[in-house]
């Protein structure tokens, strides 16, 4: 399940433009595609949508399109639906805003860059995020100038077993991370209990 941030997509795209008036429903098609092919769902969030809410005219039973109304950020339905989702198997929110992606962060929702989604569509991303400095050096793929918007079956094959291997590392670690504080909570829960019963046993003895 991926919960997608629209137009920051947009942005990251060589092959398409915010200024394009029918942008919302090209790189809509092209994540219904993708859908298709790996037979999953996404919801997509855009700004400034008139008069806003659902888009019956760009979902279908896989995409969900949603504009945010007028006067109401996208950011904050992206993160109210992000923490509504959040529980569902697989789901991962997509974006390269920072400040969204440092409250996902927080939250523990894991995210994917516009930039990686990217590629997973057969789009070119303008530029793909550095990583952190204790992250393997990332393979890049150099482009030349190509008529052809989306990249080659070949490219889509490779680095699609990647991202989904990274997927299946990520909520590994979620899920280990979760169970250890989940056992921190016991833990702690249990040494309170213990505590509190020596307290009686003293407070007992000292009145008998």
Known sequence: MWLIDGHNLIGQLQDLSLDDPHDEAKITMAIKRYCMRANCQATVIFDNGLPGGFSKELSNSSVKVYFAPPRTKADHILM?????????????????????????????????????????LGFRPVELPPEAPDKPKRIKIVYEKDPNPHISPQEVAYWLPIFEQRLREARLAKRAAEQAERERIRAERLARKQAAEEERLRKKKRLS
């Open 80 to 120: 109210q639906r992000a923490k509504e989702m959040h529980h569902l198997p697989n789901f991962v929110l997509v974006t390269s805003d920072r400040q969204i992606a440092r409250l996902a962060y927080a939250y523990g929702i894991e995210t994917m860059s516009s930039e990686e989604f990217a590629l997973l």
